[in-house]
Every structure is written in structure tokens, then in C-alpha cells.
């Protein structure tokens, strides 16, 4: 990779608090960042903080993850702009709520075309110029929500469990070409996605969460765990035997 100065990170969801957070940690550096966010305001309010807070070059492409061709399109500028990326980072997401997609088909399936179809459709030209490089990483924002179905939040649970299977298979397939695959898994964050939700001891800010996204990322974490805390509660979590854990009301 470029030394941090002079890294080439591109942010999908750029205007997310934990993304934000993430690319001022790049851009005391000095990198260039290319943004991508669907609030064309909010988008350039985040690149105007982030040029004060010493970002060499900021672009952005408004982009609604959703619209698959200019998806495509964006993928494409967001390479070209600074003659190829260093680090990509897909921070993007909704947080569903589960009783409304447990009655409308429709929910349920909005909810994953925004936390897993579009990822999918992102990185799959993405991965393609990555390994053609043979350099660089890909990190992507799933949850620890995706270790294991419960029946509070499983279709977002599904949509990020599916996007960790699909990144380790991606991970796989892209070391042999020198390029890092990073799976970051936040617990609950304090962060517009959970505003009015009760919060209690194990949330973290979104300034400690997307510190932690920009550490994992430079020191090439294949699975991150943010805060550190919740891999051990995620392991017992996992280990509970379906025969018990069907049983609980999570
Ligand atoms: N907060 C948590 O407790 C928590 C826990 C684990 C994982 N995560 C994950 O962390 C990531 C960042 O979330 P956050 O907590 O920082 O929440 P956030 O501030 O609400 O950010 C979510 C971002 O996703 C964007 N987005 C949603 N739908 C989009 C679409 N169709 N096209 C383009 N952008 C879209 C939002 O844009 P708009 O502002 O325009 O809607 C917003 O920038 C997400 O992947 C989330 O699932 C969050």
C-alpha cells in the first residue's frame, strides 16, 4: 500500500457516524478520500470537515447503494480519480425494524437489498480491479448482529451473517493476490442507526468504533471485533447449542 499520507481510500456511506469517524482518522493523515453518501448535503458537509482536517484530496459521487447502474458507474470514477484505490471501506446499512419485516415481504426484502444485495453488487467490480492490482484492501461494515439469528433483529442478522460468509470467501480467493479482506464487526453503537433505542453499558461511541474500523484496517485485521470485548461474549453466544437457544427471548 501507499504510505498513509498519500493513501487512496474510497468510503461508501461516507456520511455514516462511524464512517465519518474513520475517515477523519485518514484524513489527519493526509489521504485522499473519495466519498459516496445519498444526501447530497450531508455528503458535502462531511468532505468539507474532513479537507479542514487535513485530507489531501476529497472527492464525492452521490449514490444510492441501490441504484445498481450507477452503482457501477461510481465504482469506476471512485478508481479512476486518484489512478486506483488503496483502501475501500463499505460502511452503508439500515437497521430494519423486525415486526415490520416479519409482516410485509417487501421490508424484509428492502432491509436486505440495502445490507446485502448492494454490498454484493459493489464489491463485485471492486474486487475485480483490487485483484487485478494485486494490492490494496477491502474492508466492509457488518455486525456482530450476523454471529447468530435471533428472533429481535434476524433479517438484518441475516443480511450481515450473509455478507461475513461472502467476505470470507472473498478473502479466500483475493490473498492469493496480496489483497487484504477486513471484516468489521461493531457490537451496539451510539449512532443515528440506534437513536431512541435504550442504551446500556456495552455501546460504544461512534468516535471509538470508527477509530478502531481505521486501526483494524491498517493493520490488515481479516475479522475485527469492535469494541475488542465483544469477540468473548460473541464466542458464548455462538456457543450456546440451538437446543437452548431457541428457547430464549433475544
Ligand atoms: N450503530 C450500530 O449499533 C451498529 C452496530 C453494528 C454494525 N453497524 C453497521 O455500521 C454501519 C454504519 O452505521 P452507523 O451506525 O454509522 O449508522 P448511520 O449513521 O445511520 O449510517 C448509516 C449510513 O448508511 C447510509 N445508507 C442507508 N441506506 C442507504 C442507501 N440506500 N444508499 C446509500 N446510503 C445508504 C445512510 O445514509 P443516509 O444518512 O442518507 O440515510 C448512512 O450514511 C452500517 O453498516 C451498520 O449496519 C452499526
Known sequence: MQPEATRRVLIV??????????????AAYGARLFLT???????????????V????????????VTDRRRAGEVMDAAWTAFGGLDVALLAHGVLPDQARCQSSAE??????????????????PLANRFEEARAGCIAVITSVAGDRGRQSNYVYGAAKGGLDRF?????????????????LKPGFVDTPMTAGRPQGPLFASARRVGRAVHRAI?????VAYIPWFWRPIMAVIRGLPEAAFKRLRL
Do not use: K
Open 13 to 26: 456511506g461516507a456520511t455514516s457516524a462511524i464512517a465519518a469517524e474513520t475517515a477523519r482518522a485518514y
Open 37 to 51: 453518501g445519498r444526501n447530497p448535503e450531508r455528503l458535502q458537509a462531511v468532505a468539507a470537515d474532513l479537507a
Open 53 to 64: 482536517r487535513g485530507a489531501s484530496a476529497v472527492e464525492t459521487a452521490v449514490l444510492d
Open 107 to 124: 421490508e424484509a426484502v428492502a432491509a436486505l437489498e440495502v445490507n446485502f444485495v448492494s454490498t454484493v453488487a459493489l464489491l463485485t
Open 167 to 183: 467476505l470470507e470467501g472473498l478473502r479466500n480467493r483475493l490473498f492469493h493476490s496480496g489483497v487484504a479482506v477486513i471484516t
Open 218 to 222: 491498517e493493520r490488515r485485521r481479516d
